[in-house]
């Protein structure tokens, strides 16, 4: 799997206050998510992978280059939209983002800017002043811009932030489109889990400076699984009573829509214990599986182990 960032042990300071204490990341191609609580470090982690500020020790590196030393050539393979973006209100998309391309060195940069401001859905408002525009549409402006460059990867911060629903939908299926049509990764650091889970394959959570879980969003389920089971049975009353009368096997027993769900205190006694009580009640067992954890309730998980 190649790994477009990689940090080792690092560590930033301001002043005598720790904003990283040994961030160690690995992100992968396709679309990843970047989670934390506030004053977790993130925006600090994402200056430094731009080159735009220096660790006070260890590394990071982007595409296997330097950031520091090499924030020049990762910034031009990349494109990046920062939470609070300023245009000029007075310009056009169009005018504003040719301003964009000639600024990388795009000859063509006329033909750019079209082709990407209707990539993005702004094709019909190209024309607009920008001061004009909607949360929305000022949000696509800013992923066009971060697009305009060809990057092998877009950081994006808080890229759904202040959009209405409809909006937030409309980014990301656009985040999830170009992925698969022009193969650009991304890696998103946002506070919306649930549209997080919707479209990263790889999640990392970092807390006061740590990463303290990091991988693909299955392990991660499988990992930090609730332990509540489905069980789908001819006959759900008698089994849930019964269920219930094992000592140390469930923590919680019910039933939704004729089937049934536990919280389990001992996954391992309870995958022995289903088939024979089942048998024991000569009952048909149709569906018998864990129910995978979102990635809220991950990220509950992991932010109560980790304060444990």
Known sequence: MTQLIVTENLVKFFGDIPALEGLNLKVPEGISGFIGPNGA???????????????????????????????????????????????????TAQKYLQHVARIYEISDYERKSAEILTEVGLSSAKDKPIKTYSAGMTQRLGLAQALIGDPELVILDEPTANLDPLGRIEIL?????????????????????????????????????????????NELAEKYSANVYMIDVSNPELFAEQMGKIDNLVEKIWIQKNVVYCKVKDTEKLHNTVPKLVAKLNLQLRSFQPLRSN??????????????
């Open 173 to 217: 299926d656009m985040i999830k489109e170009l992925n698969e049509k022009s193969g650009v990764s991304f890696f998103i650091s946002s506070h919306i889990l649930p549209e997080l889970e919707k479209i990263c394959r790889w999640i990392s959570i970092i807390q006061y400076g740590e990463t303290i879980a990091q991988g693909n969003m």
């Open 295 to 308: 990635l809220e309730e991950i990220f509950r998980t992991v932010m109560e182990d980790s304060s444990e």
């Open 41 to 91: 470090g993130k925006t600090t982690t994402i200056n430094i992978l731009l080159g735009l500020l220096k660790a006070t020790e260890g590394k990071a590196y982007v595409f296997g280059l330097d950031a520091w030393h090499n924030s020049f050539e990762i910034r031009r393979r990349l494109g990046v939209l920062h939470e609070r973006p300023a245009y000029l209100g007075n310009f």
